[in-house]
């Protein structure tokens, strides 16, 4: 099983950024994302990277505002996040598992198909 710790959460004001971080012990997963909850709501997928070739996959709500990408050196996950809005505010998690290819690991975008989860970090975005 591989630990996931996320750092990185914070409160900002809407247009600025904040960079999320999530490193991992026990193993060195290849597909890895970003998903995030808020209370009363279903978690969403935010991003998935596959490490080959660092290929992403995004959500359309964040798609050219976020960009996740994967630190090998570190065994790390990490998303920057821009222009931040106020719908962005949620609690975010990283979550690995491995994938066959590029595309298997995108499909766990929306499947949110993975076994190792992180305890999340708060986002909180206003105005």
């Known amino acids: 099983q591989v630990q996931l710790v996320e750092s990185g959460g914070g409160s900002v004001q809407v247009g600025n950024s904040l960079s999320l971080s999530c490193r991992a012990s026990?193993?060195?997963?290849?597909?890895r994302g970003w998903f995030r909850q808020v209370p009363g709501k279903e978690r969403e997928g935010v991003a998935v990277t596959f490490n080959r070739g660092g290929i992403a996959y995004y959500d359309a709500s964040v798609r050219g505002r976020f960009t996740s990408y994967i630190y090998a050196a570190e065994n790390a996950l990490y998303l920057q996040m821009d222009n931040l809005q106020s719908e962005d505010t949620a609690r975010y998690y990283c979550?690995?598992?491995?994938?066959?290819?590029?595309?298997?690991?995108?499909?766990?975008?929306?499947?949110?198909?993975?076994?190792?989860w992180g305890q999340g970090t708060q986002v909180t975005v206003s105005s």
């Open positions: 979550a690995a598992g491995y994938a066959s290819s590029a595309a298997d690991c995108g499909t766990k975008l929306p499947a949110r198909d993975f076994p190792d």
């Open positions: 026990g193993g060195n997963p290849n597909c």
